[in-house]
């Protein structure tokens, strides 16, 4: 089966951190370009970050440039979101997506979204 | 960024009925458009991409159209496995981007 688990989530307090993955299988891995799309509680969704198929590109919203760092082991078919100085904005839950189609190596441009994970709840406050 | 607004924002109506959403672009995004379907608690599941393309498994009832800015997702008779929010998102450039949803609810 095809599918994207992420795991990581949690209560952390403003201005910490957290990292969050996301385990690919069913699926080769490193082919395709990843995404985080975040949705806030009661509200829509939000476009977070991307990683290129062989991990060398990367793209980021500019609401969490600079504090977000997403990377990706295409050994362990698993993709990171670290998260950094936390805002109680950044409150929502995150999911990993897969693009449609295969890319090519460095291509992290934008696609719809075919594969999604259950997402994982992260809880900024103090 | 793109700006994607979709309307309306909610609609009641029944089972068997005729629903359009629609969904416009701050620019034309030549039909990277696509469309998905959220259950609460659930992940969005996509619906139609590139526009008019229906994504496998996906209920011939669904459909989509349109071009340039302004695009339609149309459900030809309603069922009750229906009911849920429908989002439009361009991939026409980064990043992507989403209209506000449009919840379809039981009148």
């Known amino acids: 089966e095809v599918q994207l688990v992420e795991s990581g989530g949690g209560l952390v307090q403003p201005g910490g951190s957290l990292r969050l993955s996301c385990a690919a299988s069913g699926f080769t891995f490193s082919s395709y370009v990843i995404h985080w799309v975040r949705q806030a509680p009661g509200k829509g969704l939000e476009y977070v970050s991307a990683i290129s198929s062989n991990g060398g590109s990367t793209y980021y919203a500019n609401s969490v440039k600079g504090r977000f760092t997403i990377s990706r082991d295409n050994s362990k078919n698993t993709l990171y979101l670290q998260m950094g100085s936390l805002r109680p904005e950044d409150m929502a839950v995150y999911y990993c997506?897969?693009?449609?189609?295969?890319?090519?190596?460095?291509?992290?441009?934008?696609?719809?979204?075919?594969?999604w994970g259950q997402g994982t709840m992260v809880t900024v406050s103090s | 960024d793109i700006q994607m607004t979709q309307s309306p924002s909610s609609l009641s109506t029944s089972v068997g009925d005729r629903v359009t959403i629609t969904c416009r672009a701050s620019?034309?995004?030549?039909?990277?458009l696509n469309w998905y379907q959220q259950k609460p608690g659930k992940a969005p599941k996509l619906l139609i991409y590139?526009?008019?393309n229906l994504q496998s498994g996906v209920p011939s009832r669904f459909s989509g159209s349109g071009s340039g800015t302004d695009y339609t997702l149309t459900i030809s008779s309603l069922q009750p496995e229906d009911f849920a929010t429908y989002y439009c998102?361009?991939?026409?450039?980064?990043?992507?981007?989403f209209g506000q949803g449009t919840k379809v609810e039981i009148k």
């Open positions: 998102q361009q991939s026409y450039s980064t990043p992507a981007t």
């Open positions: 997506a897969r693009a449609l189609n295969i890319a090519v190596a460095a291509y992290v441009g934008n696609d719809a979204f075919d594969i």
């Open positions: 590139a526009a008019s």
């Open positions: 620019q034309s995004i030549n039909n990277h």
